[in-house]
């Protein structure tokens, strides 16, 4: 049997791969299923997710100049800590940082959702919550909360803390423009 | 702990025994964790990736559970040592083809292993013989609070431990058993059985060597989904997946003995004698006949071998396990041929 990708060596591995609930076979050598299983880890099914993603909202018929714009916003979307911009994001599968997260907050909230049915942590929590902060619930009255958050955290001069609440207010302020 | 030290045992996951050890090789838990201090792996720069493996290495030597390991970074290894290591189980492809900056820890009894700066700053990995995820869990558990009393992970209480790729986000852990299926596939049924796991979210691929190597009716199987779900929750769901999984391939056994015994006993004593005689043998073909062996063991048609035996077969018939043995580089062939006498050896051909 010859190998399903380069058509020349010798198949000797065999793999299964299900993808939406269809299972397809694949007789690879043994240097295409190498670099397949490492494609395979990067890919699985992400890159379909996020690309069903990017088109929810342009699918629907005429996709208007108001939401082309806002999605061509999303796409310019970049992690102020890392630099790295939401279409590499979607182009490579994976975030930067973990300031991604807030900064893709609205587009990651939908995605994780899609991923995992849920957007919701049930699991362990760790023991120096001191050092998280809890994400923006809502965009509108945010604002504020997060502003006394912020003089809280100086006052307490738990400055780790502080920075990555400034770095939040200004994503949310940029956001709001 | 020297690397080399490694050869002449089996790990403690290998061993054959723990529940349901004549269909579940091994049971494995891994968690993702990253600092919260410095950017993803992919984003840092080569010194930040040095920073990293230093803070981590230094909490590592700090924690009582950790304190027998081997630490090891992995662009001070050789090829070969890097694919040994790959072969066991202890690390990925990825981790070993790009070395810098990657560190490993890992336990003589090879049970638990910590890649450092792989996807995520470090992914911990606990292992046990047979359906142990439990157990599993347990220690792994005990292992990240001690890790993360040391250091400040990025972890956000709505969504849990932040990774690299959103589908590890959440509980970040990935609880896969090893599953022996032979009646399965022989019955014809595998397909229906794989296409239910992933309706129920669960990932399966055939498995031997991470995908480079041929399956001989090896498969793993994994949850997919880890937000939204306590990790006891994910290792219960999956533990009960794999039980029905068992019963399945315990009634096409009994099928296929009620079948046509003779038929199975043939199919099974020839690949014992083959295994036992060749004097040239490819890896491929070596799996799938310790696999008709191994399944020989568990319906009582072979007596005199030891599932122990086949495990440790099934580990040292791989290329760089053979190189190790012979202690320099081996061509296709010459891989062939020593394979072949380390199973006649071992099996008193
Ligand atoms: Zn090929
Ligand atoms: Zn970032």
């Not at chain 1, 400034?166 to 949310?172: G, N």
């Not at chain 2, 937000?227 to 056994?253: F, P, T, V, W, Y």
């Given at each position: 049997?010859?190998?399903?990708?380069?058509?020349?060596?010798?198949?000797?591995?065999?793999?299964?791969?299900?993808?939406?609930?269809?299972?397809?076979?694949?007789?690879?050598?043994?240097?295409?299923?190498?670099?397949?299983?490492?494609?395979?880890?990067?890919?699985?099914?992400?890159?379909?997710?996020?690309?069903?993603l990017?088109?929810?909202g342009?699918?629907?018929?005429?996709?208007?100049?108001k939401e082309a714009a806002a999605a061509a916003k999303t796409a310019a979307l970049t992690c102020a800590k890392c630099n790295l911009s939401y279409d590499?994001f979607?182009?490579?599968?994976?975030l930067?940082?973990?300031h991604c997260y807030i900064s893709f907050k609205e587009q990651l909230d939908a995605l994780?959702?899609?991923?995992?049915?849920?957007?919701?942590?049930?699991?362990?929590?760790?023991?120096?919550?001191?050092?998280?902060v809890a994400l923006p619930k809502n965009k509108k009255d945010d604002l504020s909360t997060l502003r006394?958050d912020l003089?809280?955290?100086?006052?307490?001069?738990?400055?780790?803390?502080?920075?990555l609440i400034r770095d939040k207010i200004r994503d949310l302020e940029k956001k709001d423009k | 702990?020297?690397?080399?030290?490694?050869?002449?045992?089996?790990?403690?996951?290998?061993?054959?025994?723990?529940?349901?050890?004549?269909?579940?090789?091994?049971?494995?838990?891994?968690?993702?964790?990253?600092?919260?201090?410095?950017?993803?792996?992919?984003?840092?720069?080569?010194?930040?990736?040095?920073?990293?493996?230093?803070?981590?290495?230094?909490?590592?030597?700090?924690?009582?559970?950790?304190?027998?390991?081997?630490?090891?970074?992995?662009?001070?290894?050789?090829?070969?040592?890097?694919?040994?290591?790959?072969?066991?189980?202890?690390?990925?492809?990825?981790?070993?083809?790009?070395?810098?900056?990657?560190?490993?820890?890992?336990?003589?009894?090879?049970?638990?292993?910590?890649?450092?700066?792989?996807?995520?700053?470090?992914?911990?990995?606990?292992?046990?013989?047979?359906?142990?995820?439990?157990?599993?869990?347990?220690?792994?558990?005990?292992?990240?609070?001690?890790?993360?009393?040391?250091?400040?992970?990025?972890?956000y209480?709505e969504?849990?431990?932040?990774?690299?790729?959103?589908?590890?986000?959440?509980?970040?852990?990935?609880?896969?058993?090893?599953?022996?299926?032979?009646?399965?596939?022989?019955?014809?049924?595998?397909?229906?059985?794989?296409?239910?796991?992933?309706?129920?979210?669960?990932?399966?691929?055939?498995?031997?060597?991470?995908?480079?190597?041929?399956?001989?009716?090896?498969?793993?199987?994994?949850?997919?989904?880890?937000?939204?779900?306590?990790?006891?929750?994910?290792?219960?769901?999956?533990?009960?997946?794999?039980?029905?999984?068992?019963?399945?391939?315990?009634?096409?056994?009994?099928?296929?003995?009620?079948?046509?015994?003779?038929?199975?006993?043939?199919?099974?004593?020839?690949?014992?004698?083959?295994?036992?005689?060749?004097?040239?043998?490819?890896?491929?073909?070596?799996?799938?006949?310790?696999?008709?062996?191994?399944?020989?063991?568990?319906?009582?048609?072979?007596?005199?071998?030891?599932?122990?035996?086949?495990?440790?077969?099934?580990?040292?018939?791989?290329?760089?396990?053979?190189?190790?043995?012979?202690?320099?580089?081996?061509?296709?062939?010459?891989?062939?041929?020593?394979?072949?006498?380390?199973?006649?050896?071992?099996?008193?051909?």
């Amino acid at each position: 049997m010859q190998c399903d990708i380069c058509g020349k060596k010798k198949a000797t591995v065999h793999l299964t791969e299900i993808v939406d609930q269809q299972m397809s076979e694949m007789h690879l050598c043994e240097e295409c299923a190498r670099q397949k299983s490492v494609q395979m880890e990067q890919q699985f099914g992400l890159a379909d997710l996020l690309a069903g993603l990017a088109d929810m909202g342009s699918k629907t018929g005429t996709t208007t100049n108001k939401e082309a714009a806002a999605a061509a916003k999303t796409a310019a979307l970049t992690c102020a800590k890392c630099n790295l911009s939401y279409d590499d994001f979607r182009k490579f599968g994976r975030l930067g940082c973990g300031h991604c997260y807030i900064s893709f907050k609205e587009q990651l909230d939908a995605l994780l959702k899609k991923i995992h049915g849920s957007n919701h942590h049930l699991g362990k929590m760790i023991a120096k919550t001191k050092k998280t902060v809890a994400l923006p619930k809502n965009k509108k009255d945010d604002l504020s909360t997060l502003r006394q958050d912020l003089q809280e955290a100086i006052h307490s001069e738990d400055f780790e803390k502080a920075a990555l609440i400034r770095d939040k207010i200004r994503d949310l302020e940029k956001k709001d423009k | 702990m020297r690397l080399d030290d490694l050869i002449n045992h089996t790990g403690e996951w290998l061993k054959g025994t723990g529940p349901y050890a004549h269909i579940v090789t091994s049971s494995r838990v891994r968690l993702a964790r990253n600092l919260s201090s410095f950017p993803f792996p992919n984003k840092c720069s080569k010194k930040e990736l040095d920073e990293v493996l230093e803070t981590i290495d230094k909490a590592v030597s700090q924690i009582d559970l950790l304190k027998d390991c081997a630490n090891l970074h992995i662009s001070d290894l050789d090829s070969v040592d890097r694919q040994f290591l790959v072969e066991r189980h202890l690390m990925s492809h990825d981790h070993a083809s790009n070395p810098e900056g990657k560190g490993l820890v890992l336990s003589k009894e090879e049970i638990l292993s910590v890649m450092i700066n792989e996807e995520d700053h470090f992914r911990i990995q606990v292992m046990q013989s047979g359906l142990n995820l439990t157990e599993t869990w347990k220690i792994i558990n005990a292992l990240d609070d001690a890790l993360s009393s040391k250091l400040g992970y990025a972890f956000y209480p709505e969504w849990g431990f932040l990774t690299a790729c959103p589908t590890n986000t959440g509980t970040a852990m990935r609880g896969s058993v090893m599953l022996h299926l032979p009646a399965l596939v022989m019955t014809k049924q595998i397909n229906k059985v794989l296409t239910a796991i992933s309706k129920l979210s669960f990932a399966s691929r055939g498995f031997y060597g991470e995908g480079t190597q041929a399956s001989g009716n090896f498969y793993q199987i994994s949850n997919q989904v880890s937000l939204g779900h306590s990790e006891e929750d994910i290792i219960q769901n999956i533990n009960g997946l794999i039980k029905q999984i068992i019963e399945q391939e315990e009634q096409a056994r009994q099928a296929l003995q009620l079948q046509n015994r003779p038929m199975l006993e043939d199919k099974i004593c020839r690949s014992y004698g083959l295994l036992k005689h060749a004097h040239i043998i490819s890896s491929q073909e070596t799996i799938e006949l310790l696999s008709m062996v191994r399944l020989g063991i568990d319906m009582g048609i072979l007596s005199d071998v030891s599932h122990k035996t086949i495990n440790q077969l099934f580990l040292m018939i791989q290329p760089a396990h053979l190189q190790k043995i012979e202690g320099k580089k081996l061509n296709a062939f010459e891989r062939d041929t020593k394979r072949a006498s380390l199973i006649r050896q071992k099996l008193g051909g």
